[in-house]
């Protein structure tokens, strides 16, 4: 999920196309640019096993990339390395840089990303759903590492920053005791 950075305002989610749908189903190789990000207005019903779009296939296939793949400059360091390759071995390969097309400010939020304790780099988890209260944010579900002993709701009052490695809390220790343990409610 995309979410803007200061209202925390769900934006859009980002969907991985499969391979069928990707059109490169059985094609050997397949295209590194598969995940689109869907804006929210698409959705037309979302549940905890399936999102149901508002847009057509075609519609969702023009949706540009949301994750791309540049090579990096190549470096001195670089060019030492492909002067110094043997012959018949694989050779030199550039890095690859990947670039999320979203806003400076947004945040992602997704399934298994770190959840940190503000700045002192205490893991409390991982995200394991966001909770959605008539289309916004409402909190996330933090699966627990060392802290708790099963899921519990992290409220979007808490919530920080993002960056490509983890989501950051805005908690203390004695914040901790306060959050409760997460039961979805059961539904027919």
Known sequence: MIVEGETFDARAIVVKEDRRFSAHYGAGAALMEDDIAV????????????????????EARRLPPYLTYQYAPVGKGDIARMLSD?????????????????????????????????STGKKLG??????????????????????????????VRFLGRSDDLALFAHLTEADLAHLQPFHPPVTD
Do not use: C, Y
Request: aromatic share 4%.
């Open 39 to 58: 804006p929210l207005a698409s959705v037309a019903e979302a549940g905890r096993e399936r999102i149901t779009l508002s847009i057509s296939a075609a």
């Open 86 to 118: 043997e012959v018949g071995q694989i050779g030199f390969a550039p890095d690859l840089v990947e670039q999320a097309h979203k806003r400076l400010d947004d945040l992602e939020i997704r399934a298994g990303e770190n959840v940190m304790l503000g």
């Open 126 to 155: 991982t995200v394991r759903d966001v909770v959605m209260d008539g289309g916004e944010l409402a909190g996330i579900v933090i699966h627990p590492t060392g802290f708790f002993k099963e899921d519990v709701l992290l409220q």
